[in-house]
């Protein structure tokens, strides 16, 4: 069994939903570690299911959760690479903290990572998305110099026409312009007026102003096919 094949293995058995790998050489913000590795773990269904009037306080509560996890696992990660003989910087958010910059994103996001690997793409709300569960996870990554198998990358939308998103946003912070990796963020999404909405409805909805909201996370189509499931 390649390093490749058992690091997927003990992400999966760990509780990852889907893990990926990608060549990040030209921008890693660690020198010499050119590998990352992407893992995601996605909202449990009946949550998802409950967010017509999103945000709920358990889609916030399992927010917390899987962010908990996510750190966990990013370190087990980490642990496991260097107990193989090599470099590994876990991307957790306890590390990183929470000033994520004027922008509101990390020096290199996961979801940059996850579209390298071929996991999926950014979606018109500026998330990852799935075909499989659309943009209803969360994600993190692990940076290594141990020699890996990549994925193919993704390097443009899948949305095609679609609008359910942009039509969800009642703040106007989703354009419509379909993402692709030449884009930054703020070309096709504007993080200012998600955040002043997401205050917004969070005091309305959870008697507490937080940068939470997940209205276009419900409306996209892929998370309502995921959500019908059985």
Not at 29 to 38: A, F, R
Not at 112 to 121: D, E, F, N, S
Not at 194 to 207: H, I, P, Q, R, T
């Amino acid at each position: 069994m390649t390093l490749t094949s058992m690091l997927k293995k003990f992400l999966l058995d760990n509780g990852a939903t889907e893990v990926g790998f990608a060549d990040i050489t030209h921008f890693t913000p660690k020198q010499n570690l050119d590998k990352g590795i992407v893992f995601y773990i996605t909202y449990p269904k009946e949550i998802i299911r409950d967010m017509q009037n999103a945000p709920t306080k358990e889609y916030l509560y399992e927010l917390i959760d899987l962010n908990r996890r996510l750190d966990s696992l990013g370190m087990a990660c980490e642990k496991f690479i260097i107990d193989n003989g090599y470099n590994a910087y876990a991307q957790t958010k306890k590390r990183l903290g929470t000033d994520f910059g004027e922008f509101n994103s990390f020096e290199l996001p996961h979801k940059t990572i996850a579209t390298r690997a071929g996991l999926g793409w950014i979606g018109k709300s500026a998330l990852f998305t799935t075909k499989n569960y659309g943009s209803a996870l969360r994600l993190s990554s692990v940076l290594t110099d141990a020699p890996l198998d990549i994925g193919t990358p993704i390097l443009k939308s899948k949305c095609g026409k679609c609008m359910e998103c942009k039509n969800a946003c009642l703040g106007g912070a989703i354009s419509g312009k379909e993402w692709n990796y030449k884009l930054k963020r703020n070309d096709f999404y504007d993080d200012k007026k998600c955040e002043k909405y997401a205050l917004k409805v969070s005091e309305e909805n959870l008697g507490k102003a937080d940068t939470v909201c997940g209205k276009c996370i419900f409306a996209c189509p892929h998370t309502q096919k995921y959500i019908k499931r059985l």
